[in-house]
């Protein structure tokens, strides 16, 4: 039977724009414990697919990673925001595009040991362009690619961003099940 913690206390540590830090005493099968825990709306992630099979990406630099990452359109939830409408806003700022279809496909916990974050992932076609609106404090580009080559890119190790892995195969699987 799997040991279930008690929070015993709990001390918020940091409170920022995107994230909180908060510090909680917890009992443990040994006795007591801390864990240090973030805190964070969460993020809707959106893997925009056009009618002749190109997914289009967005390339940024991740300055927590001090390098150029190749993902999938996402961002922060707003406070109070649906999952959905997030994936739908984040599309058309990053990318300006707009989808006529948008099918859920699935929430991941993308690191449990020390995040309380959510990422929801969505599948958009019925693609539209338009122009794009990033935040005033993003650049990006956007690309363009064939699914089954970030498939490829995947399973060679080329795409490493976790959100962007699930969101690939997700749809892949997804499309080739029907």
Known sequence: MV???????????????????????????????YREIVEH????????LD??????????????VERVVLEV?????????????????????????????????TDILPSVGYSKEVLYIYLATGLSFGETNPDE?????????????????VMDKKIKDAKSVVAILMAERYLHRG
């Open 51 to 64: 009618s002749e099979g190109y997914v289009y990406m967005v390339r940024q630099f991740r300055k927590p």
């Open 137 to 153: 404090n993003e650049a990006l580009d956007v690309e363009k690619y064939k699914l089954e080559d970030l498939v490829k890119m």
């Open 73 to 105: 359109p996402a961002g922060k939830i707003d406070k109070g925001e649906d999952p959905f409408e997030t994936a739908k806003r984040e599309l058309k700022e990053e990318t300006g595009i707009t989808a006529e279809s948008i099918v859920h496909l």
């Open 3 to 33: 040991f279930e913690e008690k929070t015993l206390s709990s001390e918020l540590i940091y409170d920022g724009n995107i994230l909180k830090l908060r510090k909680d005493k917890v009992t443990v099968k040994s006795g007591v414990s």
């Open 41 to 48: 709306n969460g993020g809707s992630v959106i893997l925009p």
